[in-house]
């Protein structure tokens, strides 16, 4: 069973940059496909950003395309979630999802593993 960890939320600005990682505890992160979702309030879980388990395939909502961008650190075991120009629409507990089939799937039923999830809260 894998374990995730998100940290990195926090209070931004229009406009600011925030970079989230996900981590895992008691097993490696590098072997399964990482998703990112986020929940607003009063609002279903939407998918934000995927990435294979070897990094060469990712996919982005629409909606973030541009401007996050999903990357693997091996040697950290991690998966790292950068969000530049931050609009307040971003703001959302933000997810981090592991897959065992290992591609940058969008879709949240194919995820097993999920985190507890990091607040970001853009202001304008």
């Known amino acids: 069973q894998v374990q995730l960890v998100e940290s990195g939320g926090g209070l931004v600005q229009a406009g600011d940059s925030l970079t989230l990682s996900c981590t895992p505890s008691g097993r490696t992160i590098n072997n399964y496909g990482v998703g990112w979702f986020r929940q607003a309030p009063g609002k279903e879980r939407e998918f934000v950003a995927a990435?294979?388990?070897?990094?060469?395939?990712?996919n982005y909502a629409d909606s973030v395309k541009g401007r996050f961008t999903i990357s693997r650190d091996t040697a950290r075991n991690s998966v790292e979630l950068r969000m530049n120009s931050l609009f307040p629409e971003d703001t959302a507990v933000y997810y981090c999802a592991a897959s065992y089939l290992r591609s940058a799937t969008m879709t949240s039923d194919q995820y097993s593993y999920w985190g507890q999830g990091t607040q970001v809260t853009v202001s304008s």
């Open positions: 990435i294979s388990y070897r990094g060469f395939k990712t």
